[in-house]
Nanobody, 128 residues
Framework: QVQLVESGGGLVQAGGSLRLSCAVS????????MGWFRQAPGKEREFVAT????????YYADSVKGRFTIARDNAKNTVYLQMNSLRPEDTAVYYC?????????????????????WGQGTQVTVSS
């Protein structure tokens, strides 16, 4: 069983920054493609960013491109989401997710049902 625990959320003013972390249990973290999603009240969960199992390939939603950066440390079993220039519309619960078969495919997982395990989420609130 793979467990994911997010941290780092909070309240920040528009224009500020936050760094989310997601600690992943298990010895094969380095095989997983990892992703971040978010869900705002009354909206569907949406893709934010993904990173390949070895960390060389990344992909971002257009809404966060140039402001957010996804990274991973395979030695620490952790994936990060650095969020800069935050906007009120970034307010949401942020979830990390693991695609445990990521090392077997070339394509990065961009939709929720491609992921096998999810964290419980961390709230990010950006005030105007």
């Amino acid at each position: 069983q793979v467990q994911l625990v997010e941290s780092g959320g909070g309240l920040v003013q528009a224009g500020g920054s936050l760094r989310l972390s997601c600690a992943v249990s298990g010895s094969t973290f380095s095989n997983y493609d990892m992703g971040w999603f978010r869900q705002a009240p009354g909206k569907e969960r949406e893709f934010v960013a993904t990173i390949s199992w070895i960390g060389l390939r990344k992909y971002y939603a257009d809404s966060v491109k140039g402001r957010f950066t996804i990274a991973r440390d395979n030695a620490k079993n952790t994936v990060y989401l650095q969020m800069n220039s935050l906007r009120p519309e970034d307010t949401a619960v942020y979830y990390c997710a693991a695609d445990i078969d990521g090392h077997t495919t070339v394509a990065l997982p961009l939709i929720a049902n491609e992921y096998d395990y999810w964290g419980q989420g961390t709230q990010v609130t950006v005030s105007s």
